[in-house]
Structure formats: C-alpha cells, structure tokens
Nanobody, 128 residues
Framework: QVQLTESGGGSVQAGGSLQLSCTIS????????MAWIRQVPGKEREGVAV????????YYADSVKGRFTISQDNAKNMVYLQMNSLKPEDTAMYYC?????????????????????WGKGTLVTVSS
C-alpha cells in the first residue's frame, strides 16, 4: 500500500501563487508515476500534471501549461506542484495520486481513472 498526504492548499487572489506538496509513504516502490489531479464538484476530474519518478519526464494539461510546474525530491519521497498566475478557474480540490504501472499516464485516454492510490486532497481557492 502507498499512502499519500497533500498539503499547501489555501486561498489566494488571482495572479498569486501556491505550492502544493505530496508526501509519499508506505510501499514507496509502487509509486512509479505521480500525478496532481483536480476536481470541482459536479465536474469530471482533470489530470493537471504528471511526473515519472526518477526520470525527467513530465506532462501537463493544456489549461496549466506555462503556469504550473511539477517537481520531485525522491530522497525525501516528496512531489510538489508550484502554481503561479493562478486564476479563479483553478479553484478545486487537488489530489495527489500514483500508480505502479504507468503506461499512458499523463497522455493516454482516461488515464486518471487508472491511478491506483490517492490522497485525501487539499483545497485551493482562487478569488478574483
């Protein structure tokens, strides 16, 4: 089992920045690719950013390219999401998720549904 714990959410004005953190614990060897996924009530989950652990491979949703950056510190078992130039439409619950088998994660059809382990989420609210 893998446990994921998010932190860093909060309220910010449009144009501001936040950094989310995800702590990975338990069977960390099963966390081969890490993703940040967000959800607004009543809407489908959106995969925001993906990073493959130990590799310099990242993917981003078009909606956040150029504004969000995903990074990792494997020594600390941490993954981060730096969010800049935040917009009201970025308001959502942000989840950290991971998978052991990562084929298609970040670019395949419906890859979000294939993530195996999820954190409880951290809320980001961006006001205009």
């Amino acid at each position: 089992q893998v446990q994921l714990t998010e932190s860093g959410g909060g309220s910010v004005q449009a144009g501001g920045s936040l950094q989310l953190s995800c702590t990975i614990s338990g069977d960390t060897y099963r966390a081969n690719c890490m993703a940040w996924i967000r959800q607004v009530p009543g809407k489908e989950r959106e995969g925001v950013a993906v990073i493959y652990r130990g590799m310099d491979v990242t993917y981003y949703a078009d909606s956040v390219k150029g504004r969000f950056t995903i990074s990792q510190d494997n020594a600390k078992n941490m993954v981060y999401l730096q969010m800049n130039s935040l917009k009201p439409e970025d308001t959502a619950m942000y989840y950290c998720a991971t998978a052991y088998r990562c084929a298609g994660v970040g670019y395949g059809d419906n890859w979000v549904a294939g993530m195996e382990y999820w954190g409880k989420g951290t809320l980001v609210t961006v006001s205009s």
